[in-house]
């Protein structure tokens, strides 16, 4: 069974873009979840959604946004860039919001 | 605030010899408690959970105890070999709070090398 994709793998922005990032659960998980992950740290909640609505969110300012789609994917939006957004982009999926969470590969984000 | 520790931000041990990995927390909310592995350039891999209502869980070669009172766990990995070598993430959620965002609140990871 496949486990959680992301896309695209790498990326690198300039400063004041707009970056999205995708994510699919694994078949049948309803909830997935967003984490960035800094060099050093672990990984720091952004967003969760279950059955398309938002469950939580961390504190990211408002230039992050996410949403999740009929098909239970996802996407993570994030506007103006910063230098400090550089990052892993980890998305998790869960059966429900409750249950353990899988980790996709991520997303490493560059902003130059 | 650090609501999840993990104090020791490298360990090696010898192939064939018992791998401990500390966790400490400082939210009374958390009752689940997950370990993550994390090999570079890859997404953490889930190892063990443990619930608040258990003060141990076992799979194979890993062990996770939790000891509640002292708001702290460790991961026990017996017998310990190359292939663990990585990066291992303490995580909690706090799944009875009443809430319907678990979201997972992680330490800053400890990196373990098993020397062959």
């Known amino acids: 069974d496949a486990g959680v994709t992301q896309s695209p793998t790498h990326l690198i922005k300039t400063r004041g873009q707009h970056v999205t990032l995708r994510c699919s659960p694994i078949?049948?998980?309803?909830?997935v979840s967003w984490y960035q992950q800094v060099l050093g740290q672990g990984p720091q909640f952004i967003f969760q959604?279950?059955?398309?609505?938002?469950?939580g969110r961390g504190n990211f300012p408002d230039r992050f946004s996410a949403r999740q789609f009929p098909n239970y994917s996802s996407e993570l939006n994030v506007n103006a860039l910063l230098l400090g957004d550089s990052a892993l982009y980890l998305c998790?999926?869960?059966?429900?919001?409750?249950?353990?969470?899988?980790f996709g590969p991520g997303t490493r984000l560059l902003v130059l | 605030d650090q609501q999840v520790k993990q104090n020791s931000p490298s360990l090696s041990v010898q192939e064939g010899r018992i791998s401990i990995l500390n966790c400490d927390y400082t939210?009374?909310?958390?009752?689940?408690f997950l370990w993550y592995k994390k090999y570079p350039a890859e997404g953490p891999t889930f190892l063990i959970s443990?619930?608040?209502?258990?003060d141990k869980n076992e799979d194979g070669r890993f062990t996770v105890f939790l000891n509640k009172s002292a708001k702290h766990l460790s991961l026990h990995i017996v017998p310990s070999q190359p292939g663990d070598s990585a990066v291992y993430f303490c995580?909690?959620?706090?799944?009875?709070?009443?809430?319907?965002?678990?979201?997972?609140?992680f330490g800053k990871g400890t990196l373990l090398t098993v020397n062959p």
């Open positions: 998790a999926s869960s059966l429900l919001s409750i249950e353990t969470q899988y």
């Open positions: 078949s049948g998980h309803k909830s």
């Open positions: 939210n009374s909310m958390f009752d689940y």
């Open positions: 443990i619930s608040s209502i258990k």
């Open positions: 959604y279950y059955e398309k609505e938002e469950r």
């Open positions: 995580a909690a959620s706090a799944r009875g709070g009443g809430g319907s965002n678990y979201k997972l609140t």
